[in-house]
């Protein structure tokens, strides 16, 4: 069985820039369709950890929950947002 150090490091290098280029290289290669789903959830993901927490913030503010709380700081956080992120741009 895999440790959780094990498994991070693997999704890790999984998700290096060199790897992402190179899998996409090695699909065109093969005349394999690529998934736009991917991409859109790599963006996703990129905007929700940068913009996330200003939006997260806003939302308190509409729904008048406190960003201390536990609420509050579920919505602002980075990791929160880029799962939403993800979420949403790999099914756009």
Known sequence: MK??????NQINEDLTYDNIIEKLMEAKENDVPIEEGILGAIGGAILGASFGPKLGAAICKAL??????????LLTSRLVMSAIGTS???KI
Request: no cysteine; hydrophobic share 40%.
């Open 88 to 90: 949403m741009g790999w």
């Open 3 to 8: 440790s959780m150090t094990d498994i991070a």
């Open 64 to 73: 008048g929950v406190d960003q201390k709380g536990a609420f509050g700081s």
